[in-house]
């Protein structure tokens, strides 16, 4: 008697067990088999947001299984996207400046916890502890405490080391290690410290340590290279919901590269991100330690929740497995990467619009291999921006309804140039009854708001005054985490 109510305990919890999971490792599908249907899920979301030109890869246990190109590289031509089609891939480009310094690491000429100011002693922040204690990890990580001045590397024409000059003018809104804040400027520092310890631009450190040891033969790191490759997707804006042919955003312009100037074809990023599941080695052939490659996976500072940032990657967990990833954005491109490291996976998204693309088809892709339902991603994509159209109108309309007044003085006297240490010159002329604020490569277009305010969007440029009355200096607010910067009237 007891040996059958024994028997029959044992048979519960087998059958518990073999209900629930436990003991057990999730049975994935066959990957050829979970990406019936793919093309016909990227072709619907290619319509419903308006992508003229995509290309997706899939690695499962180094074995390609998709890469494709759909579309077309430009808007009303007829040349398709294909495998070796270059797009550009914006700040996935990251986790190749993070490699070059684990490199370097590897190569006894950085240390992680060495500051950098012991690499470049002219190197200096707006804060001074940050001057003093910046190393690559607070750099690779978003820890530094600056403010993205993301208006700047858009503006403002310089070369790399004129724009390492200017940091020292930029201000911070975060004390030193406070939090985690994603700055593109970081990596454009980190990028050219590696230049100076290694003596060669950023660009050929990228072409000599990745490029060519993985045969990475359809990729370059600047727009020049990209339109010289012959094989190029456009970069589109989207003009009354179609896109329509834009300029390539130029990097070397504007003194960065090392935040996002990588340019590659979707062949190309399977053999990277191959590389990424590798032990550092290609062909044989070491390219980074085992060590070093792992850390620069590692998670490295607290983003939110169980989101964590390693250098170059982003960390979370999802369903039980262990997910890097990083987004890329660029004038009229953006992609997504991913990567499942315990499970042999990897994907890469391009497209050649601002779109959620890149992200809905990495989602689904992720889902499908896992053995997961997809989730409705485009829908929900659909749905927020949708949402965040109405929220816009509506911030429009209360923002105008407060409108009001005139300016002290007709629109001329307002005119003349302004000088910030970041900025440099800048010039404010008339144009019917507006005024037009001139950057090297952007303009502002200001409406008069109340009274010596003037507003473009909704944002809220001031212009100051002397006791006799002369306008003196501007006030504009280029990053809106810190108080605006004060430009001062050089000349009429």
């Given amino acids: 008697m007891q040996k059958r109510r024994l028997l029959h305990i044992v048979l519960t919890w087998l059958i518990l067990l073999l209900v629930s999971g436990v003991g057990h490792p999730q049975q994935k599908p066959d990957p050829v088999e979970a990406l019936i249907g ?141 939090d985690y804040e994603y700055n593109n400027l970081g990596y454009v520092l980190a990028g050219y410290v590696e230049g100076k310890v290694a003596g060669a631009s950023w660009e050929d450190l990228v072409r000599q340590r990745i490029f060519t040891p993985l045969n990475m033969t359809r990729s370059n790191v600047s727009a020049v290279e990209l339109q010289a490759s012959g094989d190029f997707a456009f970069p589109h804006d989207m003009v009354n919901g179609n896109p329509q042919p834009t300029a390539f955003y130029d990097y070397q312009k ?149 409108a009001s007044g005139h300016p002290s003085l007709p629109l001329a006297a307002y005119a003349g140039t302004y000088f910030h240490p970041a900025y440099g010159d800048i010039h404010v002329t008339v144009q019917g009854n507006r005024l037009i604020v001139h950057f090297d490569a952007y303009e502002l277009q200001l409406r008069q708001y109340q009274h010596d305010t003037f507003a473009w969007d909704e944002n809220l440029a001031q212009f100051q005054f002397d006791s006799s009355g002369n306008v003196t200096q501007l006030l504009l607010p280029l990053e809106p985490s810190v108080k605006p910067f004060k430009f001062l009237r050089t000349s009429k």
Avoid: C
């Avoid at 016909?40 to 997706?56: F, T």
């Avoid at 495998?83 to 006894?108: C, H, N, P, R, Y």
């Avoid at 620069?296 to 960390?315: C, K, N």
């Fill in 38 to 178: 793919i093309d016909q899920a990227v072709a619907n979301a290619m319509r419903e947001l308006h992508v003229p030109g995509a290309a997706v890869g899939v690695l499962v246990h180094s074995k390609v299984v998709l890469a494709k190109g759909y579309g077309i590289r430009e808007a009303t031509k007829t040349a398709p996207v294909g495998t070796d089609t270059e797009f550009a891939i914006g700040s996935m480009t990251k986790s190749f400046t993070a490699l070059i310094a684990a490199q370097l690491v590897d190569e006894g000429k950085l240390e992680w916890e060495r500051p950098v100011v012991s690499y470049v002693p002219s190197l200096q922040f707006y804060d001074p502890t940050a001057t003093q204690l910046t190393t690559m990890r607070d750099l690779l990580s978003h820890r530094t405490g600056m403010a993205p001045h993301d208006f700047l590397r858009i503006s403002t024409y310089l070369t790399r080391d004129q724009l390492v000059e200017r940091i020292r003018y930029l201000e911070p809104n975060l004390t030193f290690r406070q």
């Fill in 254 to 402: 504007f003194g960065v590269g090392p935040n996002g100037a990588v340019n590659a074809s979707v062949s190309d990023m399977l053999k990277y991100l191959a590389f990424q599941l590798s032990d550092g080695t290609v062909d044989g052939k070491r390219v980074v330690s085992s060590a070093q490659l792992q850390h620069l996976h590692t998670p490295s500072v607290l983003v939110a929740g169980d989101t964590r940032y390693g250098f170059g990657w982003i960390v979370e967990s999802y369903h039980g497995h262990t997910v890097l990833q990083h987004g890329g954005s660029v004038h009229g491109f953006t992609s997504h990467m991913l990567l499942l490291p315990d499970d042999g996976i990897a994907i890469v998204v391009l497209n050649n619009v601002a779109s959620s693309l890149p992200r809905t088809i990495s989602s689904s892709l992720r889902d499908r291999l896992l053995g997961l339902t997809p989730d409705d991603y485009l829908g929900k994509t659909l749905a927020q921006l949708k949402q965040d159209k109405q929220n816009d109108l509506q911030r429009r309309i209360t923002f105008d309804a407060k």
